[in-house]
């Protein structure tokens, strides 16, 4: 019997990265380095295996911490990023504009805030920077979408053009330098916890709750599907393609400004030259491993989430393992390759051919 | 014949572009001797790894793909090669080889894997990236010099030539002088050519780009010449990475940050579609020389940022992409 079909259905996609994310969890029970010490022949004074990782520990101010917190925390521009990437994907495109709009955001909000007082800076006009940038994020958005539905360009050269322009205009607002943030009241989005649990977590929850209420309860999600799974089906059957196809990169540029507001807090900085590099990459894998095909059709939001938790975990692992951030591009392009191989139906195929030989003999 | 048009057209618009640039580059720079050999021999030299780098990018390209690992293999390369020099009496004909077929190598795996495995060339190459820098950064966090006879022969190897402007002497050194670097510059181009338009290879390319099913039905071999394309851009991505030592000699894993970026953009507004099929090898050289003009003349203007560049950039980029679909859609009609 295929063990998978016990499985709820709706759930069997995220089946692989929840695995994987356990496995990785398993993984941090053991101290690696000083096992492979011990093996060696060297005496060691660290135990081999210990609950460390797992530590949650509640502080006085009632504020949880612990790895898996900060995994959380680390986390969630992964994981906002990747929420509103399911959605492009799902429509057949790709945006890799994300990581700049997300850079642009935190340089914005930066710059907005280093023209008030810090000491005097009162709360209503901290709302308009964050609600502004948010705003600019949105237009972001929606001139990616504009370019792919009006002017009919592929959405990677669409998008990569304001991957490459993003960059210049988040160091114009900053002048390329780092710019830091003071106000305590805005640096709460970020580094604030709220009934012990942090802040950015929050923003994750409320981010992914909003998307699924609007996708799942109402008929946009299946709109967003057809549209991915066939554009001139769609547009026979009566969908608006342009106007879905302007919708899910506006939110896409919604939820990068969203994580970019956020990480600026958390950071208490922007730093216009580094944030955000490479972080479509990232997001991008995370809707991959959540099962969501690069030609689109259908999603997965919750899929995603995982997705861009196990990027997450294994970079922690990675640390706290303590080899060292080098190690952490290395072990994620083999990951890619693991995925892509799993996912590959000419590589699962040839896998299977084996198995039931095995069974027959 | 339509599509030959559209072509042609395109890679007018660019060497108009090029020529327009540079004109106002010149007048605009006059004091800064911009119109001298001197400058133009060192833009050359300036953007060498970019050019030979794009020429790969261009293969890739035209056969409808995507190669986003190039950066981080020139990076790797400049590592890997800075390391083996420090070995005490290794050849440097061996070090070249070496370097290269590791390239090379990482390319073919590449295309093997987007072949075989029928997976997007986007994701493949991703991993690629992460791979090459991820293997950098693990053989080094700092800085490798470079200081090896190999090297500094071919750095010191130079011959003078006459100024066009009549200001010789007033540039950066003593006059406009051809070097390693243009030479290689000069026979990649030539050898490219004769690869885009004198083999089977280049004309199954451009098959695969145009319309991967009917190339298909013609017997075009795909799968080998899929392997070829990414094997040969990788194989660029590493000559880029020995012609990049030549002129900052060291490696470091922080070489080569976003330059696939910079390539593909110089290859579009070089006029190459990005879906494939269409496009040519001078038009490269011309978007090459484009970010590269744009970037001096940056460099140059005084009260401007150098990250105006890539602001310069994104948008000649989206003036490219609406002129090639306007020129396709009215040539298509």
Redesign the interface.
């Known amino acids: 019997m295929n063990p998978l079909s016990l499985i709820p259905k709706q759930a069997q996609h995220i089946v692989w990265p929840v695995l994987a994310i356990l496995l990785l969890l398993v993984i941090n029970v053991f101290d690696i380095s000083a096992i492979l010490a011990s093996m060696g022949g060297e005496e060691t004074t660290r135990p081999l295996m210990s609950l460390r990782f797992f530590n949650i520990t509640l502080n006085d101010s009632g504020q949880l911490s612990g790895p898996l917190i900060s995994i959380l925390i680390h986390g969630s521009k992964i994981m906002v990023l990747a929420i509103g990437m399911t959605l492009v994907i799902a429509t057949g495109g790709?945006d890799l504009s994300v990581g700049a709009v997300f850079a642009i955001a935190g340089a914005c909000v930066a710059a907005g805030l280093a023209q008030l007082d810090p000491a005097a800076s009162s709360s209503s006009t901290i709302i308009l920077i964050v609600l502004g940038t948010l705003l600019l994020s949105l237009c972001l958005g929606i001139w990616n979408g504009f370019l792919v539905s009006v002017?009919?360009?592929?959405p990677?050269?669409?998008t990569?053009?304001?991957?490459?322009?993003?960059?210049?205009?988040a160091?114009?607002l900053n002048?390329?330098q780092v710019v830091f943030i003071e106000q305590a009241s805005f640096l709460a989005l970020g580094r604030g916890y709220v009934l012990g649990i942090p802040m950015p977590v929050w923003v994750v929850a409320s981010t992914l709750l909003a998307t699924v209420v609007l996708l799942r309860k109402t008929a946009l999600g299946l709109f967003v599907e057809a549209v991915g799974d066939n554009k001139s089906a769609s547009h026979f059957v009566g969908i608006r393609v342009g106007t879905i196809e302007i919708f899910v990169y506006a939110y896409c540029g919604l939820c990068a400004g969203v994580a970019g507001i956020v990480y600026a807090a958390f950071n208490q900085s922007s730093d216009p030259n580094t944030s955000g590099?490479y972080l479509e990459?990232d997001a991008?894998?995370a809707v991959?491993i959540g099962g969501t095909p690069?030609m689109g059709g259908r999603f997965f939001i919750l899929g995603s989430i995982c997705g861009a938790l196990l990027i997450q975990t294994l970079n922690s692992t990675i640390l706290f393992q303590g080899f060292g951030?080098?190690?952490?591009?290395?072990?994620?392009?083999?990951v890619?390759?693991l995925v892509?191989?799993i996912q590959?139906?000419?590589?699962r195929t040839s896998l299977l051919s084996y198995l039931p030989q095995k069974e027959n003999a | 014949m339509k599509k030959l048009s559209a072509n042609t057209l395109t890679l007018g618009a660019t060497a108009g572009i090029l020529l327009l640039l540079y004109a106002i580059a010149s007048v605009r720079f006059s004091d800064q001797y911009f119109f001298t050999a001197s400058a133009f021999m060192n833009l050359l030299t300036g953007n060498a790894h970019l050019f030979i780098i794009a020429i790969g990018m261009t293969f890739v390209i035209l056969s409808g793909g995507i190669d986003l690992s190039v950066g981080a293999t020139l990076c790797l390369t400049t590592v890997v090669a800075a390391k083996l020099l420090q070995i005490e009496g290794i050849s440097f004909p061996l070090v070249v080889f070496l370097s290269l077929s590791l390239g090379t190598s990482l390319g073919a795996g590449m295309g093997v894997l987007i072949h075989v495995f029928k997976q997007a060339p986007f994701l493949v190459t991703l991993a690629g990236m992460f791979f090459a820098r991820g293997l950098a950064q693990i053989i080094s966090l700092e800085s490798i010099p470079v200081k090896h006879s190999g090297y500094s022969a071919l750095q010191d190897w130079y011959v003078f030539m006459p100024d066009w402007s009549g200001k010789s002497g007033l540039a950066y050194f003593d006059g406009p002088a051809i070097t390693v670097v243009h030479i290689l510059i000069v026979i990649v181009l030539l050898i490219s050519l004769t690869i885009a338009h004198c083999t089977n290879f280049g004309r199954n390319v451009y098959a695969i780009g145009g319309n991967e099913v009917s190339a298909e039905m013609m017997q075009v071999p795909i799968g080998k010449t899929k392997v070829l394309i990414y094997a040969l851009s990788g194989f660029c991505a590493s000559l880029a990475g020995l012609v990049f030592l030549i002129n900052v000699p060291s490696g470091n894993a922080a070489h080569g940050l976003a330059l696939e970026l910079d390539a593909i953009a110089a290859v579009v507004i070089g006029g190459t579609l990005l879906s494939g099929g269409c496009g040519s090898m001078l038009g490269t050289l011309m978007g090459v020389l484009i970010f590269g003009i744009v970037q001096m003349a940056i460099r140059f203007e005084p009260g401007i940022g150098s990250y105006w560049t890539r602001i310069i950039l994104g948008l000649l980029f989206l003036t490219f992409i609406v002129l090639q679909r306007t020129l396709s859609r009215i040539v298509n009609e």
Do not use: E, H
């Open positions: 790709v002017l009919k360009v592929q990677i050269v669409a990569f053009v304001l991957m490459v322009a993003g960059r210049g205009i160091q114009i002048d390329g590099l990459l991008i894998l991959v690069l951030i080098q190690y952490t591009l290395f072990v994620k392009s083999i890619i390759v892509c191989l590959s139906p000419t590589f």
